[in-house]
C-alpha cells in the first residue's frame, strides 16, 4: 500500500539549532513534493516545492532534499527560532496524478 | 476574497442529520481539493476537482459523502445521515495549476462536530 509516513511525531530542539525533519514514501513515484506548515486552528501554509529532478532547494532559512532513490526528503530550518514551532506536514504528487496526499506532520517544539 | 473561504466555520449537528460545508476558492483556480483531518491527525483526502473533468472521489469514506463543485467555482461537501465519528475538521484547498506544480492555498476548516 502506500505511505507517506514522517518519522517523529514531535521533534523538540533548542533555540538557534538547526530542525531536520523527515518525510518517507513507499509505493508512489511522486512527481513533485511539498512542504507546509500548519498552526493550531489554521489550515495549511505552503513553504517549498521540490520536483523530483531537483536535489534541493532553499528558501531563507529552509533547505528541502529529495532523493528519490531513498524515497525521501528531508526538511531543515537552521537558525531556529521559538516562532518556528508548528506541525510541518510533506505532500506528495504522483507522476500523471493530480492529487495531493499529505503526510501525518512532525509537530515541532523549538525551546528558547 | 483573497483567500480560500469555508463556512461554516463552526458546526454541530445531531446524529443522523445531514450537513453541507461550502468552499469558496481563489478566483482563477482551476483545482480544488477536500479533506478532513481528525484531532491531532494528517489530512486524508477526500475528493478532487479539476476544471471540466470528472472529479476524483477516491477518497471518499462512504457513500453518505459527496461532493460538487458549480460553475467550476464554489464547492458543496455533504455528509448525510452523520456519525460520530464524521467529526474532524473539513479543509478545502485550491491551486492554480492543475498537476501539483504550484502551491495549495488552504482555507481555514469547518469544525464539525457530530453529538
Known amino acids: 500500500s502506500q505511505k507517506i509516513e514522517q518519522n517523529s511525531e514531535a521533534l523538540n530542539i533548542q533555540e538557534g539549532k538547526t530542525a531536520t525533519l523527515t518525510c518517507n514514501y513507499t509505493?508512489?513515484?511522486?512527481?513533485?513534493l511539498q512542504w507546509y506548515r500548519q498552526d493550531p486552528g489554521r489550515g495549511p501554509v505552503f513553504l517549498l516545492l521540490?520536483?523530483?529532478?531537483?536535489k534541493e532547494k532553499r528558501k531563507e532559512r529552509l533547505k528541502v532534499t529529495f532523493d528519490t532513490t531513498l524515497k525521501q526528503s528531508l526538511f531543515h530550518i537552521t537558525a531556529s527560532q521559538p516562532a518556528d514551532s508548528a506541525t510541518y506536514l510533506c505532500?506528495?504528487?504522483?507522476?500523471?496524478?493530480?492529487?495531493?496526499?499529505f503526510g501525518t506532520g512532525t509537530r515541532l517544539t523549538v525551546i528558547p | 476574497g483573497a483567500g480560500v473561504s469555508q463556512s461554516p466555520s463552526n458546526k454541530v449537528t445531531e446524529k443522523g442529520k445531514d450537513v453541507e460545508l461550502r468552499c469558496d476558492p481563489i478566483?482563477?483556480?482551476?483545482?480544488l481539493y477536500w479533506y478532513r483531518q481528525s484531532l491531532g491527525q494528517g489530512l486524508e483526502f477526500l475528493i478532487y476537482?479539476?476544471?471540466?473533468?470528472?472529479?476524483?472521489k477516491s477518497g471518499l469514506p462512504s457513500d453518505r459523502f459527496s461532493a460538487e463543485r458549480t460553475g467550476g467555482s464554489v464547492s458543496t461537501l455533504t455528509i448525510q445521515r452523520t456519525q460520530q465519528e464524521d467529526s474532524a475538521v473539513y479543509l478545502c484547498?485550491?491551486?492554480?495549476?492543475?498537476?501539483?506544480?504550484?502551491?495549495?492555498?488552504f482555507g481555514q476548516g469547518t469544525r464539525l462536530t457530530v453529538v
Open positions: 476537482f479539476q476544471g471540466n473533468s470528472a472529479p476524483d
Open positions: 509505493n508512489y513515484s511522486p512527481a513533485y
Open positions: 505532500a506528495l504528487v504522483r507522476t500523471g496524478a493530480n492529487n495531493l496526499f
Open positions: 478566483s482563477g483556480h482551476t483545482a
Open positions: 521540490i520536483r523530483e529532478n531537483e
Open positions: 484547498a485550491s491551486s492554480l495549476a492543475p498537476r501539483g506544480g504550484t502551491e495549495a492555498f
